[in-house]
């Protein structure tokens, strides 16, 4: 048997994360400054770390219901409408999921097979287009431009969408350009949307993570409700990454879908991970402050950087990414990052890593400690300053 036949076709072709080169390198390297990874550098919060603690000691140690303990499924629906005016019933309005991640694949596993198109807009978070793939959907990419500022406009949207369209995800925050949505920009996405039979999967899993102006999400416009999938978690903002929890909320008749899938492939999510979330949504705001405003410290200095060093950097204003173009540099994104690895011992990520329209640009992560930060920019200065001899 040759077992390379036995895997199909869209598991197959499917490329490697381009990422994936750069972390083989770091680990032959010492004294390397990441700014490419993208999770918190913070450790869970000690209330949250302890409350898990607390959970095991008292032996809870046994599967939660397939939707999650009710009491964080209550603790979420307070949130979601506290923080961003949503209004989703615990019982059959929130799934509790493996991560952000499990929720973008369980809707596009749903909702999408051969013959339906996924509009994913690019750059962006490189699991939208894996995991449409493996659903044998076609993914229709939108290229998102620098001029835009990387949002989605409405002509782009309308242009891409065809009777195949079933889903269009909505990446805001977005990673890896820091971009987000205003109400008013949302506005025009909703008015393209709101009398179509296509779903919206917004990914919002940095929805706390904004400098300077809230984050709105597209669920919050009554048209679109009905239409939505919010995809929410605590990696990012709770500085939770290893715990691997998040959720999807939405229409009850697309979450018990989801929920069917789930309870075959996943049975639940980690239950001392829940235990920990309780406490999260009960007393995690003013960590979640405190990390907010170190992180928007970061982000000024390495924004104004990179400014520094003549390269163009338009204004992040979420998540914890910088998207400097290198054009200027007359290198590709994958030449400057790899020479700037090799030569300077900085790592971070070829834009192109996050769609073709990515090329000529870097994303820095800022969730690294500001001494990092400082000499990731001494760095990066120096290296810039020999390619200019
Ligand atoms: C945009 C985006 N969505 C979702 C995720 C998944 O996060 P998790 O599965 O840890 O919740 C990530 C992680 O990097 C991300 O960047």
Redesign the pocket.
Known sequence: MILEDMILDNVKNMPPSGIRKYFDLINEMEDVISLGV??PDFVTPWNIREAGIYSLEEGHTHYSSNAGFIELRHEISKYLYRKFNLTYNPTDEILVT???????DLALRALTGPGDEVIIPEP??V?YKGCTAFTGATAKVINLRAEDEFKLTPKLLEEAITPKTKVVIV?FP??PTGAIMTRDELQGIVEVLKDKDIIVIS?E??AELCYGKEHVSIASFPEMKEKTLV?N????AYAM?GW???YICGHPILIEAMKKIHQYAIMCSPTTAQYAAIEAMKNGDNSVEEMVKEYNRRRRVLVDGFRKMGLDCFEPLG?FYVFPCIKSTGMTSDEFCEKLLRDQKVLTVPGNAFGDCGEGFIRACYASSMDNIIEALRRISLFIDKINK
Do not use: Q
């Open positions: 993208g999770e493996v991560g952000g991640s499990e929720g973008i962006s978070f699991a990446p977005n990673n990914d899993i940095y995809i978690g605590f990696s990012k990454t691997r929890l998040g998540a």
